[in-house]
């Protein structure tokens, strides 16, 4: 699909328009289910210009997700049957993103051009540039590598999909003229700070957009000491990626957060210190369920996020409400105790959980990978030992078959029953 083709359909379909990529009464809907880049870009091509509702979809979904994708297809199906419907039902939240919402379960956050659209607009105000190039590493059928897709076509910007494992390896593309960005997860940035090469061509961004999991101090320090223009941000699938974003400058300076709202976007709190996030990116709900009355300025996600706002009305991710451990009547953040036991430099990779437990409700366990180097526990570090007593781990378990996702995210239920099974 030439680039303009595609913007027209993004950025400028209107409710009962016909044309390219609105979808008709009879359409039947199109899964968009491709690893590679190239076949992933024609797919969504095609299935644009098929008029269809479109499913994105992971390629390494396993039966679970594959059978929640049937049901809700068909669910699709059913209603192009019933014939003609509402112009603003059979337009608006044309293209399904896959998200675990906020209960970790499959859903399927309802985009079109409008919501897709405003993110863009957002994001090159943010960043004061006209044209977006982008670098690719993160999957397309996820919506941070999706976005950066779209930032790229709906601006007239150049998007450079690369294969992770070759970036890592030492493969990297050329990044000349206007102003570069790439979108890395937390895990990237830490392997790519091993390579001094690496760091190099890191160091020629215009911004390294690095989300989808917390970053631990002494990874911050790491980037900050090589001068990297890290832009740490926050967003959702069900805000179109990046809801928030702090500058390079800010982040050379010292600053930890996740930045100012992007433009499009406000930033509020529940009394409970609930993220909420407000404006025209955001989603127009789980499919089938469809929003076409709310005014786009009006819309609204409640996340399943802990934050507070600073002085400077910059957000503060404390964690997920739902990953807090309480253990001997106290709460214990994973987060902070992954963040001590990073620092300690024996872990490839760590997560913390919390299992039940007789004495203490629940205990604190940390996991890493099997099949990688064992931490040293000789070390008082690698124990946690900077935490306070009741926060650190009371069991490190090995989990042979490692289940963090390509976007940085922990399946944390797949850890709990990795536990089980080698507790059994």
Request: glycine share 12%.
């Amino acid at each position: 699909m030439e680039r303009l083709e595609l913007a027209r359909v993004l950025a400028r379909r209107r409710p009962g328009e016909g044309g390219l990529g609105a979808t008709h009464p009879g359409s039947t809907p199109s899964i968009v289910d491709e690893r590679d880049p190239g076949r992933f870009m024609a797919s969504f091509a095609s299935a644009l210009r098929s008029g269809a509702q479109v499913f994105l979809a992971d390629p390494s979904w396993g039966p679970a997700e594959r059978t929640v994708l049937a049901e809700l297809t068909s669910v699709a199906e059913e209603q192009c049957e019933d014939g003609p419907v509402a112009s603003s039902r059979s337009d608006d939240g044309w293209l399904m993103i896959p998200s675990g919402g906020t209960s970790g379960t499959l859903k399927f956050a309802r985009h079109d051009g409008a919501t897709l659209s405003a993110a863009v607009r957002g994001f090159a105000e943010r960043f004061g540039v006209e044209r977006i190039n982008c670098v690719g590493v993160l999957p397309l059928h996820h919506v941070s590598g999706l976005m950066g897709w779209m930032r790229a076509e709906l601006t007239g910007g150049a998007f450079l999909p690369w294969d992770w494992k070759h970036l890592e390896s030492g493969s990297r593309p050329g990044t000349g003229g206007g102003p570069w960005f790439i979108s890395l997860v937390p895990t990237q940035l830490h392997r790519l700070l091993d390579s001094r090469s690496a760091v190099e061509w890191l160091r020629g961004f215009r911004a390294i957009l690095v989300g989808g999991g917390p970053v631990w101090p002494a990874l911050a320090s790491a980037a900050a000491e090589e001068g990297l223009p890290i832009s740490l941000t926050y967003g959702t699938t069900e805000t179109a990626a990046m809801a928030t974003a702090l500058s390079p400058d800010d982040f050379l300076a010292g600053g930890r957060d996740s930045g100012a709202p992007l433009p499009h976007v406000r930033i509020g709190l529940s009394p409970e210190g609930v993220i909420r996030v407000a404006g025209p990116s955001v989603f127009r709900g789980y499919f089938p369920a469809l929003d076409a009355a709310t005014p786009p300025e009006e819309r609204e996600f409640v996340t399943g996020d802990l934050g507070r706002l600073d002085d400077r009305g910059h957000l503060v991710v404390l964690g997920r409400k739902d990953a807090v451990i309480i253990t001997g009547g106290k709460k214990v953040d994973p987060r902070e105790v992954e963040a001590a036991l990073w620092a300690s430099g024996e872990f490839a990779d760590v997560a913390v959980v919390g299992i039940p437990d007789p004495e203490w409700g629940e205990a604190v366990v940390a996991c890493y990978p099997g099949d990688q180097r064992p931490p040293d526990f000789t070390l008082p570090a690698a124990r946690g030992g900077a935490l306070a007593a009741y926060k650190r781990p009371r069991r490190f378990e090995a989990i042979p078959n490692w289940p963090r996702n390509a976007q940085g995210k922990v399946n944390r239920a797949a850890l709990l029953e990795a536990i089980r099974v080698h507790r059994a």
